[in-house]
């Protein structure tokens, strides 16, 4: 569907709802949350995260949508037409969100590598999961075909078809499908997890706030983790909201996207840490990509019917990863083809090939030999370096930076009256929350996201 001058629109606010969650529900959702809220002492951490997302993350999410909603544009378009000289923060947004992709789009590949591997050979990975995951990397095994090219290709090449097919047609479409799928593979794993025997121990850990395991560092964690989940500081929910009519109330819906991520997540905790407790004990909750790939293969290897469950947990992942990746590259795309010229098929495939080609970097830094031994120090230990750059640039700089320009932009500089106005649509919505938004958009936002960016650059504070 297209709006005015002929501009792509969502076909319906369900559509728009379901597309913002896909991008908001990914890995970070299912692999990056469980872990970190084990470590942030489960309920305390969870209760701290649902405040943050209450205050600083629906506060930032709206700021992004009303300037895409209020320009009708992509991330530079937007500041282009309300303060030029401001362009370049929606430039640093759309060139942080396709790094995110580069790598984020490399270990959706790695899901589908596992998918396939559980739909074709468990026994290999169950043999020895941590030995699988490696392989997959080409640790010791030669060139990884597998794992560096074949899958992440097929899911860079599924990303780029999507975007491709256009908002209402190829974004809001998939969309659609794969967010109720999400949810339903999500509380069929849930139940499974929770009636394992033992897992009761791990539901306790969840749902009990021990605020004494809780540090600070867990807190800016907290702020990390919500900037990362919701999409926020990358423009990304501006281009989204530029794709929604005027005719939609902007203020609820945010209160409904961030209502299913934190659900998503939390659930995710509630799936993932019982079903670990139940079956290896405590000790095997961990972080990061290893977590999914080497935890929670022994997970399923002590389960009834685990390969199945394995199945339905990795076609999980597969979707919310897609969801999320869509975004990312839409993002890039839009800014291509409305200020650049570029239709969408060449912006979509020019992208689909640097991405894949920085994402093969990324993956075989994790692990091959060749391109990992050019980072050996003096020691011979090798470090995958390329990846923990972007990471760091992207997770613990650029992301927190961008959400910090957007609440100054939107707070000081264009305005939070202006802000007010696009909600309202001249008195068409209620906007009853108007003046406590405006007073965490202008001081309460900002000052969490300045704690977020001095601890992680000045005191070196783990966000990830
Ligand atoms: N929100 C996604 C997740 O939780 O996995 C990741 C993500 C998607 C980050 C889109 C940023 C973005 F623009």
């Not at 025997?197 to 540090?215: E, H, V």
């Not at 980072?375 to 700089?397: H, V």
Request: contains cysteine.
């Amino acid at each position: 569907m297209s709006g005015p001058g002929n501009r792509a629109q969502w076909a319906s606010n369900l559509g728009f709802l379901l597309a913002a969650a896909g991008s908001a529900v990914g890995l970070g959702n299912i692999w990056k949350f469980p872990g970190k809220a084990y470590e942030g002492g489960g309920g305390a951490f969870i209760l701290i995260y649902i405040a943050i997302i209450a205050l600083v993350g629906a506060t930032v999410m709206l700021a992004e949508f009303i300037i895409g909603r209020a320009t009708q544009k992509n991330a530079v378009g937007a500041f282009c037409q309300l303060r030029p000289a401001w362009k370049w923060v929606g430039g640093m947004g759309i060139f942080t969100g396709f790094i995110i992709l580069c790598y984020y789009s490399h270990v959706g590949g790695w899901v589908l590598y596992y998918l396939c591997g559980y739909l074709t050979d468990a026994a290999a990975i169950s043999a020895d999961p941590t030995a699988y995951f490696y392989r997959m990397l080409g640790v010791g095994s030669g060139f990884p075909w597998g794992g560096a090219v074949l899958f992440p290709l097929l899911f860079a090449a599924l990303t780029v078809f999507v975007v491709v097919k256009g908002v209402a047609g190829g974004i809001e479409r998939l969309n659609k499908v794969a967010m109720p799928l999400l949810f339903l593979l999500l509380i069929l794993l849930m139940v499974r997890a929770v009636t394992l025997p033992g897992a009761m121990d791990g539901l306790r850990y969840m749902l009990q706030p021990d605020f004494s395991l809780l540090t600070w560092n867990d807190v800016l964690v907290a702020l990390g983790q919500a900037f990362f989940s919701l999409s926020l500081g990358m423009g990304i929910m501006c281009t989204y909201g530029s794709y929604l009519s005027r005719e939609e109330n902007l203020g609820r819906n945010v209160g409904i996207i961030c209502t299913l991520d934190t659900l998503v997540a939390v659930l995710a905790g509630f799936t993932v840490i019982p079903a670990v407790f139940a079956t290896l004990s405590a000790s095997g909750v961990g972080k990061g990509a290893g977590f999914v790939f080497t935890a929670m293969p022994g997970v399923f290897q002590a389960m009834p019917g685990g390969v199945f469950w394995a199945i339905l947990f990795y076609l999980l992942l597969f979707f919310a990863a897609l969801t999320s990746s869509i975004s990312l590259l839409e993002g890039t795309v839009a800014y291509l083809t409305e200020q650049r010229g570029f239709s969408r098929k060449r912006a979509s495939l020019v992208l689909g090939v640097i991405l894949f080609g920085i994402g093969l970097i990324y993956t075989l830094s994790q692990g091959h030999a060749d391109i990992h031994g050019i980072w050996l120090d003096k020691n011979g230990i090798s470090y995958p370096i390329f990846g923990d750059m972007l990471e760091f640039l992207t997770d613990r700089l650029l992301l927190p930076l961008g959400g910090l320009l957007f609440c100054i932009f939107v707070g000081w500089v264009w305005g939070t009256k202006n802000g007010i106005a696009e909600v309202r649509q001249g008195g068409r919505f209620r906007f009853p929350l108007a003046g406590l938004w405006s007073l965490l958009v202008r001081f309460v936002a900002p000052a969490a996201i300045a704690c977020i960016l001095i601890a992680g650059i000045v005191f070196g504070v783990t966000l990830s």
